[in-house]
């Protein structure tokens, strides 16, 4: 069975960094792709990027480009999503998604991390 | 960049039925296997419901369908029930590089 499990709730202040991850197991992780989705408080969904753990290629949204950093640990088959200088705007629940290879949909999510960036 | 317009709320009541819109300003959507949807439930993970437009992936239930017109997807809830309450989103691929666009959401209340 395929399960994304996430990293528990974080609590930051401005300017802080943050590293959350979301460990996979039920299934080959280096065949796949892995996203990364913020809901923003009483908003919708935004796609950030994914992440191939083959090869480790990265494709961010434009609007996350350059804000956040997607990588992935094959050892121990975990993804990360990371900020080296939190925002009070970075306020949101993150989740992580498996992606199939040839497919269009993301089939397995995570519970999500909730982000809590406040001084 | 593709936009995907979603209702903001819909509802009925148990046993009816009813259905949300997702029109996209791309031909994406009118692209029929690139539609997926999603539910989310607080305190849940988001469930996936839908894909390709209008299949389901094992264990969805059967009153879950999905359909297409023109620029338009759309998702029907038959025979609702109090659990079906819950925020639903259209995804739709765009490209390898954008990746995907959600739509805003529609959060659905069964009375």
């Known amino acids: 069975e395929v399960q994304l499990g996430q990293s528990g709730a974080e609590v930051k202040k401005p300017g802080e960094s943050l590293k959350i991850s979301c460990k996979f197991s039920g299934y080959s992780f280096t065949d796949d792709w892995i996203g990364w989705v913020r809901q923003l408080p009483g908003k919708g969904l935004e796609w950030m990027g994914i992440i191939y753990p083959g090869d480790s290629e990265t494709r961010y949204s434009p609007s996350f480009q350059g804000q956040v950093t997607i990588s992935v640990d094959k050892s121990i088959t975990t993804a990360y999503l990371q900020w080296s200088s939190l925002k009070a705007s970075d306020t949101a629940m993150y989740y992580c998604?498996?992606?199939?290879?040839?497919?269009?949909?993301?089939?397995?999510w995570g519970q999500g991390t909730l982000v809590t960036v406040s001084s | 960049q593709s936009a995907l317009t979603q209702p903001a709320s819909v509802s009925g009541s148990p046993g009816q039925s009813i259905t949300i819109s997702c029109t996209g300003t791309s031909s994406a959507v009118g692209t029929y296997n690139l539609v997926s949807w999603y539910q989310l439930h607080p305190g849940k993970a988001p469930k996936l419901m839908i894909y390709e437009g209008s299949k389901r992936p094992s264990g969805v239930s059967n009153r879950f369908s999905g359909s297409k017109s023109g620029n338009t997807a759309s998702l029907t809830i038959s025979g609702l029930q109090a659990e079906d309450e819950a925020d639903y989103y259209c995804c739709c691929y765009i490209s390898s590089v954008i990746h995907v666009v959600f739509g805003g959401g529609t959060k659905l209340t069964v009375l």
């Open positions: 998604a498996r992606w199939r290879s040839g497919t269009t949909w993301l089939d397995y």
